[in-house]
């Protein structure tokens, strides 16, 4: 603080001035009696100076006058007055006013000089010091600039050695400067050293599709350099270093310095070899699904429900009656061909397919130019957007009417077939009547001759084991023309199963077979036709007698189960083959037989099985561990639901 007061204080030259003459005068004033009231006054020009210097010319010359009027008043007698009384003094007087005025000039042109030359200095020290700045921000910018292209030239770096595709880059000359991993990985191992585009010998390649070998001018690369412009999507095929060959995609860019001058050039080089295997898989799959189309005569159709436009292929227009060249066409071209009566019923299964996402399937006539009328089979498939609107139907097409006509002429024996069983059955169902009371007149006559007597008993077997195969004949057609009809009554089923044994025994002890039966003691109730479920059971137990040999032994069991009554025939039989278990209870089944069918029967028996249990509400099935290993056959039937009124009771 007192430092800087001082030059505070000292850089004001008339301070400096009043000062320095105040201290001069009062070192003359009383030092005055050794210079025998004398004093020098030039001594106060050390005052002049100080003022001059600190000051300025004025400043010194004002120190001038301020110790000139101080010697008159204060040092030359006669003291503290203004009157000068002797010229000696008048002289001293005026020598240090002009001296001093000499002396300030002086000294203020030298301090001028003296100024001028500090202040070049300082400029000089400034300019200097903010040089010395600007280069410490320079160098620091330099080094930041630096830092920042070794932090990019590693982000650089780090990103290419991230992608999943060969990098390089090279020089003005096509020299390689560096490259990723992958870039090696495509070649199959370490890349040997590339200065120019002459070396490009070294790697192999053919173009995809000529199969010519790469020149190295020609790699992408090269011609980037070449013709300053990128060069994108050369495909080729490589000779890879580990000695297997490649499929790849070469692109490059140039290049360029702040000037436009092409630097260099950057690659990338991609390995296909997968994507070039699908594709030729693709093309492979799309060529043998045109060859299966062409070989299956099916029509393909793509239907856009937004601009109603249909792209079908040539089979398609053929089966719709229009020329084959007609492929592209809009829904009202599609519709004007189905037939009026199945149009409905075509828009509805499409509207119910798209709301549901449920594939459409559908055989419906269309109507040609000329009138025919043919049957086509169509299944398609919605495909769908991220919003669950139908964007794209797409699906085939088939002309099934060969098939249909074939249907219907099966469809026309069959019911002839039906027509003539059921003739069949009523005719010989005429003559059966009496040759069976003829037998009964025989009997009633009781001949003697034994062998008369045997003849008549084979008539009698065999008119009944007759009239039997005619009532199956009859109930199948029946089953057949759907007038199979049960008379529904209150059924006791141990009386059921009672009369059922009673019909077969004669057969299951004609082959010495152990028939065993169980059922509950106490009566079972259930609503049913009681002829029905007797002939049901008692053809069980007779299938059951025929294919068992002979000594075999047959269960019939009856329990209750979760409201039902649950029938049971098994038997140590032949057995029934895993493939034959499926078709066991259509008409005309029957398992193998020897060649003198000493079974007999015309496999109806089980169909007339199955039937009637399904007319009843229940249901039937078998069971067999296989041939040799006997059979089981299971029936469930509803028990009465509601309180039974027991007739009798």
Same mark, same amino acid.
């Given at each position: 603080?007192?430092?800087?007061?001082?030059?505070?204080?000292?850089?004001?030259?008339y301070?400096?001035?009043?000062?320095a003459t105040?201290?001069?005068?009062?070192?003359?004033?009383?030092?005055?009696?050794?210079?025998?009231?004398?004093?020098?006054?030039?001594?106060f020009?050390?005052?002049?100076?100080?003022?001059?210097?600190?000051?300025s010319f004025?400043?010194g010359?004002?120190?001038?006058?301020?110790?000139?009027?101080?010697?008159?008043y204060?040092?030359?007698?006669?003291f503290?007055?203004?009157?000068?009384a002797?010229?000696?003094e008048?002289?001293?007087?005026?020598?240090?006013?002009?001296?001093?005025?000499?002396?300030?000039?002086?000294?203020?042109?030298?301090?001028?000089e003296?100024?001028?030359?500090?202040?070049e200095v300082?400029t000089?020290?400034?300019?200097?010091?903010?040089?010395?700045?600007?280069?410490?921000?320079?160098?620091?910018?330099?080094?930041a600039?630096?830092?920042?292209?070794?932090?990019?030239?590693?982000?650089?770096?780090?990103?290419?050695?991230?992608?999943?595709v060969?990098?390089a880059?090279l020089?003005?000359?096509?020299?390689?400067?560096?490259?990723?991993?992958?870039y090696?990985?495509v070649?199959g191992?370490?890349?040997p050293?590339v200065?120019s585009?002459?070396?490009?010998?070294?790697?192999?390649?053919?173009?995809?599709?000529t199969?010519?070998?790469?020149?190295?001018e020609? /790699?992408?690369?090269?011609? %980037?350099?070449?013709k =300053?412009? +990128?060069v994108?999507?050369? *495909?080729?095929?490589? $000779?890879? !270093?580990?000695?297997?060959?490649?499929?790849v995609?070469?692109?490059?860019?140039?290049?360029?310095d702040?000037?436009?001058?092409?630097?260099g050039?950057?690659?990338?080089?991609?390995d296909?070899?997968?994507?070039?295997?699908?594709?030729?898989a693709?093309r492979?799959?799309?060529?043998?699904?045109?060859l299966?189309?062409?070989?299956?005569?099916l029509?393909?159709?793509?239907?856009?429900p937004i601009?109603?436009?249909?792209v /079908?292929?040539?089979?398609? %227009?053929?089966?719709? =009656?229009? +020329?084959p060249?007609?492929t *592209?066409?809009?829904? $009202?071209? !599609?519709?004007?061909?189905?037939h009026?009566?199945?149009?409905p019923?075509?828009?509805?299964?499409v509207?119910?397919?798209?709301?549901?996402?449920?594939r459409?399937?559908?055989?419906?006539?269309?109507v040609w130019?000329?009138?025919?009328?043919?049957?086509?089979?169509?299944?398609?498939?919605?495909?769908?957007?991220?919003?669950?609107?139908?964007?794209?139907?797409?699906?085939?097409?088939?002309?099934?009417?060969?098939?249909?006509?074939?249907?219907?002429?099966l469809?026309?024996?069959?019911?002839q077939k039906?027509?003539?069983?059921?003739?069949?059955?009523h005719?010989?169902r005429?003559?059966?009547a009496?040759?069976?009371?003829?037998?009964?007149?025989?009997?009633?006559?009781?001949?003697?001759?034994?062998?008369?007597?045997?003849a008549r008993?084979?008539?009698?077997?065999?008119?009944?084991?007759?009239?039997?195969?005619?009532?199956?004949l009859?109930?199948?057609?029946?089953i057949?023309?759907?007038?199979?009809t049960?008379?529904?009554?209150?059924?006791?089923?141990?009386?059921?199963?009672?009369?059922?044994?009673?019909?077969?025994?004669?057969?299951?002890?004609?082959?010495?077979?152990?028939?065993?039966?169980?059922?509950?003691?106490?009566?079972v109730?259930?609503?049913?036709?009681?002829?029905?479920?007797?002939?049901?059971?008692?053809?069980?137990l007779?299938?059951?007698?025929?294919?068992?040999?002979?000594?075999?032994?047959?269960?019939?069991?009856v329990?209750?189960?979760n409201?039902?009554?649950?029938?049971s025939?098994?038997d140590t039989?032949?057995?029934?083959?895993?493939s034959?278990?499926?078709?066991?209870f259509?008409?005309?089944?029957?398992?193998?037989?020897?060649?003198?069918?000493t079974?007999?029967?015309?496999?109806?028996?089980?169909?007339?099985?199955?039937?009637i249990?399904?007319?009843?509400?229940?249901?039937?099935?078998?069971?067999?561990?296989?041939?040799?290993?006997?059979s089981?056959?299971?029936?469930r039937?509803p028990?009465?639901?509601?309180?039974?009124?027991?007739?009798?009771?």
């Amino acid at each position: 603080m007192h430092t800087l007061s001082i030059k505070r204080v000292l850089s004001n030259g008339y301070v400096v001035a009043v000062l320095a003459t105040g201290t001069i005068l009062i070192v003359q004033h009383f030092l005055l009696p050794l210079f025998m009231g004398s004093p020098p006054l030039l001594l106060f020009l050390v005052g002049v100076a100080l003022a001059a210097w600190y000051g300025s010319f004025k400043a010194g010359f004002f120190a001038t006058v301020l110790s000139t009027l101080s010697s008159v008043y204060y040092l030359i007698e006669p003291f503290y007055s203004w009157q000068i009384a002797e010229q000696r003094e008048w002289l001293r007087v005026l020598l240090l006013l002009s001296v001093g005025g000499v002396l300030s000039l002086m000294i203020s042109l030298l301090r001028k000089e003296e100024r001028q030359a500090l202040m070049e200095v300082l400029t000089q020290k400034e300019r200097l010091e903010q040089e010395i700045v600007e280069r410490q921000r320079a160098e620091q910018a330099l080094s930041a600039a630096h830092d920042e292209v070794v932090n990019e030239r590693n982000r650089l770096e780090a990103v290419m050695e991230t992608l999943p595709v060969g990098v390089a880059i090279l020089d003005s000359r096509g020299g390689r400067i560096g490259a990723n991993r992958a870039y090696d990985q495509v070649w199959g191992g370490s890349c040997p050293a590339v200065r120019s585009i002459s070396d490009y010998a070294v790697y192999q390649a053919w173009w995809g599709d000529t199969g010519q070998p790469v020149q190295p001018e020609d /790699w992408a690369g090269a011609q %980037a350099l070449r013709k =300053g412009e +990128p060069v994108v999507g050369q *495909l080729m095929e490589i $000779q890879r !270093f580990d000695g297997a060959r490649a499929f790849v995609h070469n692109s490059a860019a140039p290049i360029f310095d702040a000037a436009g001058r092409i630097v260099g050039s950057a690659v990338a080089i991609m390995d296909i070899s997968e994507s070039v295997k699908k594709e030729q898989a693709l093309r492979e799959s799309e060529e043998r699904y045109r060859l299966a189309i062409d070989a299956a005569r099916l029509g393909t159709w793509d239907w856009d429900p937004i601009s109603q436009q249909i792209v /079908w292929n040539p089979r398609h %227009a053929m089966i719709f =009656g229009y +020329p084959p060249q007609l492929t *592209l066409v809009d829904y $009202q071209t !599609f519709s004007d061909r189905v037939h009026p009566e199945d149009l409905p019923r075509v828009e509805a299964t499409v509207a119910e397919a798209r709301e549901h996402h449920t594939r459409y399937v559908l055989d419906h006539r269309v109507v040609w130019p000329d009138g025919s009328v043919r049957w086509v089979s169509a299944i398609g498939n919605f495909h769908y957007d991220t919003h669950g609107t139908a964007v794209r139907m797409i699906g085939v097409l088939m002309d099934i009417t060969d098939r249909k006509q074939a249907e219907e002429a099966l469809r026309e024996a069959d019911r002839q077939k039906n027509e003539f069983i059921a003739m069949l059955g009523h005719e010989l169902r005429n003559p059966l009547a009496p040759i069976r009371n003829a037998v009964h007149v025989m009997r009633k006559l009781d001949t003697l001759d034994p062998k008369l007597r045997w003849a008549r008993d084979v008539v009698d077997r065999q008119v009944d084991h007759l009239v039997r195969l005619v009532n199956d004949l009859l109930d199948v057609s029946r089953i057949v023309q759907g007038k199979l009809t049960l008379q529904i009554t209150l059924v006791d089923l141990v009386t059921v199963i009672n009369q059922a044994v009673e019909t077969s025994q004669p057969l299951i002890e004609s082959r010495r077979h152990v028939l065993s039966v169980a059922v509950p003691e106490e009566p079972v109730y259930l609503e049913g036709d009681h002829v029905r479920l007797v002939q049901t059971i008692s053809n069980l137990l007779d299938n059951a007698a025929k294919y068992t040999p002979e000594g075999g032994c047959i269960w019939l069991t009856v329990v209750l189960a979760n409201g039902e009554a649950v029938i049971s025939v098994r038997d140590t039989g032949e057995g029934i083959s895993s493939s034959l278990l499926p078709h066991l209870f259509d008409a005309f089944t029957q398992a193998a037989r020897t060649l003198d069918r000493t079974q007999g029967g015309l496999g109806l028996g089980l169909m007339i099985v199955h039937k009637i249990v399904e007319m009843h509400g229940g249901h039937v099935e078998v069971k067999s561990e296989g041939l040799g290993k006997g059979s089981e056959f299971v029936i469930r039937l509803p028990l009465c639901e509601q309180v039974c009124v027991v007739p009798g009771l």
